[in-house]
C-alpha cells in the first residue's frame, strides 16, 4: 500500500529499499538509486533521461516486478553479464 511517504520518488525508493533484503556488496547499487531519486525530485523533467537508469538499478537489487519474477523461477533476471561483472568472474576463477 502507498503511503505519503511515496509521494516523492525518494520516499518511494527509500520506502522500496527498506522492504529488502540487502548487503554491504549492495551499497553502491543503492546508493546509485538513491542519486537517482533525488535528481527525479528535484527536476521532475529528468524523469525520461534518469527513470531507466533507476529503474535498472532497482532490477539489479530485486526489487522491480520483473527481477522478482525471474527471482522467484530460480533465475537472475534477463540481462547480458556487464563487461565488468564477466571480469570480475574470470578474476575469482583463477
Known amino acids: 500500500m ?3 511517504a511515496a509521494s516523492t520518488m525518494q520516499g518511494a525508493v527509500a520506502l522500496t529499499l527498506d522492504e529488502l533484503t540487502l548487503t554491504d556488496a549492495d551499497t553502491a547499487v543503492v546508493t546509485l538509486a538513491k ?3 533525488l ?3 528535484t527536476d521532475p523533467m529528468m524523469i ?3 527513470g531507466p537508469k ?3 538499478a532497482l ?3 530485486g526489487a ?3 527481477s522478482r519474477a525471474a527471482l522467484k523461477k530460480g533465475g ?3 540481462r547480458e553479464q556487464s563487461r565488468l561483472a564477466v571480469l570480475r568472474e574470470a578474476r575469482r576463477a583463477h
Open 59 to 61: 532490477e539489479a537489487l
Open 2 to 4: 502507498l503511503t505519503d
Open 39 to 41: 535528481m527525479i525530485d
Open 64 to 66: 522491480s516486478p520483473r
Open 48 to 50: 525520461e533521461k534518469i
Open 54 to 56: 533507476l529503474l535498472t
Open 35 to 37: 542519486a537517482y531519486a
Open 76 to 78: 537472475e533476471p534477463s
